[in-house]
Structures are given as structure tokens and as C-alpha cells.
């Protein structure tokens, strides 16, 4: 049986081999997401790939500038060929929970510019159904908290504002400076009702489903690399 790692570089490898010279490309946030983005500045060092970036997170962000790959800011970008990140969980239908890393806005917003949307992860990720493991993150307006707490509890949910690892006092902030809440459902059984539901709540710029907008899935199993 491989290492796990190492079947996440070999999903990161295979998503990065898919950029092409030329191309307009979001890079995600993560563990094996991180191993795409090395890939990538190997390839423009060794192969002289040409490639524009936009990055979901400061840690992709110092990642990029460490390896050379040349960005814009994500405001300046209107469109881009391909987006590849990571996910929390993924269903059969290509259907996300993202948002551990509290990148979750961002990386929603780098996916609807994409062309082709490619999410990279390990086979642990995969589930029947979303909410099987992991809540829902929110990034919210600190002014909504109380709003966004009674609204999500009226969809049947319970919300708790994250707070920072140990060593580090008080909420988790995003990198837009706004609070990190997680909502837990429990298993989802329409995940598309409740996106939009969230949606409609003033005050919550973004939630952590992604329904409907990953092209491919490529997953790291013990037994290799599956796409579908």
C-alpha cells in the first residue's frame, strides 16, 4: 500500500500536468493542493511553462513567491483556463464541503472564473453524503453573527464561531478579516436547497458548499490515482 502523502503528490502532479503554456490558473489551498503548486514551479523552472496565477490563501500565496510562479491579485482576474484545490468532503455527484482552512470565500470566488475546476484529494474525503463528517464553514460579517446564528438554526443547524488553535486567543479571522463560524447540519440530504437557503442571507458572504461546480475529482486511493 502507498504512502498517503505520497498519493497526494501523485494527485497533485497529475492536476499540475495539466496546465497549459499560456493559461490563466487559480491554485488552491492545503496539503494536497500544495503538492500541485510545487509541481507547477518545477515545471516552469525545468520547462519553461508560461503561466498566469491567482492564489486562494496567503500560505499558497509565500508557496508561489518561494517557487517563482508569477501572480496578479485576485481582483485583477476576470477569468481563468483552469482552478485546481483541495476539498474537506466530496460526494458522488462532485458536490464540496470546503472551508478548513478558512479559505473557503476566496476559493469560491477563484472556482467561478474557471473554465475547468479540478479538486485534488485523498480517498478519506470521499463520502455518500455531505455533512457526514465535517460542518459547514461560513465566513461572516461580524455584524451578522447574531442574524446568521438564528437563521441557520431555523434551517435546523447549529452554528459556533471558530475559535483560534491553542496558543492563539480569540476567533478565527479570514484573510478578508471576517469572522470563521462552522454550521453543523448533520448529513445533508439536499445539499443544493441548503446552498440555497445560505445564500440568501445578508450578511454571510460565503459558505463552504460547492455544489455543482468541480469538472473532475482526482483521487488519491491506496490502490492509486481515480478520477471521475
Known sequence: MADLNELKK???????DMIESGMFVGLGTGST????????????QN???????????????????KLGIPLIDLGEATHLDIA????DEIDPQKNLIKGRGAAHLLEKIVASMADNYIIIADSGK??????????????????????ITY?????GG???????APGKDGPVISDSGNLIADAKFGIIDDPEKLDFELNKMP??????????????VILATPNGIEEF
Open 151 to 155: 437563521k441557520v438554526s431555523k434551517l
Open 47 to 65: 520547462e519553461g511553462l508560461k503561466v498566469t496565477a491567482v492564489s486562494t490563501s496567503w500560505s499558497t500565496t509565500l508557496q508561489c513567491r
Open 10 to 16: 501523485a494527485a497533485g502532479v497529475r492536476a499540475a
Open 84 to 87: 485546481i484545490d483541495g476539498a
Open 203 to 216: 450578511g454571510l458572504l460565503g459558505h463552504g458548499l460547492f455544489i455543482g461546480m468541480a469538472n473532475k
Open 33 to 44: 493542493a500544495a503538492h500541485m503548486v510545487n509541481r507547477l514551479g518545477e515545471r516552469i
Open 158 to 164: 447549529t452554528l459556533a464561531v471558530r475559535m483560534g
Open 126 to 147: 470521499k463520502v455518500q453524503k455531505l455533512g457526514e463528517k465535517f460542518a459547514v464553514p461560513l465566513e461572516i460579517l461580524p455584524g451578522a453573527i447574531g442574524a
